[in-house]
């Protein structure tokens, strides 16, 4: 479940950091995203991200918080492109959200690597 003040601080990170791609965290806690932590786009580019963050974020999960990454498209859908599967590296299986900046339309993914990738959406609510 993403709350509406939630959405809305991705949605204005992702309209900022036009035309690339923003990134960032989500705190989230029995399903719930309490929190959105902006981080910045190491890659600087509107194709792909590269999440750099403060270290202490990392450390949320031994307060209870399950970590979830988010990205922006700027103005393809909020589907994982080849580039977000090929790369998922520690985001595998766990919350993946994507925006799409052209549309507004948030969508979260689960995605497994291996000989054949598997992505799966997980449903949202507000």
Known sequence: MIPQ????????HAEDEAPNEACGLLA?????????IPARN??????????ETEPENWFLEDEGFELAVFHSHVSSPPRPSRTDVENI???????YLILSLG??????????????HSVEQIPLSS
């Open 5 to 12: 003040p939630v959405r809305a601080d991705l949605l204005r």
């Open 28 to 36: 989230l806690r029995d399903g719930v995203a309490e929190r959105y």
């Open 42 to 51: 190491g890659a600087a580019s509107p194709y792909r991200f590269e999440l």
């Open 89 to 95: 590296g520690l985001w595998e299986g766990r919350p």
């Open 103 to 116: 549309t507004g339309e948030l969508a979260a993914w689960q995605i497994t690597a291996g000989h054949s």
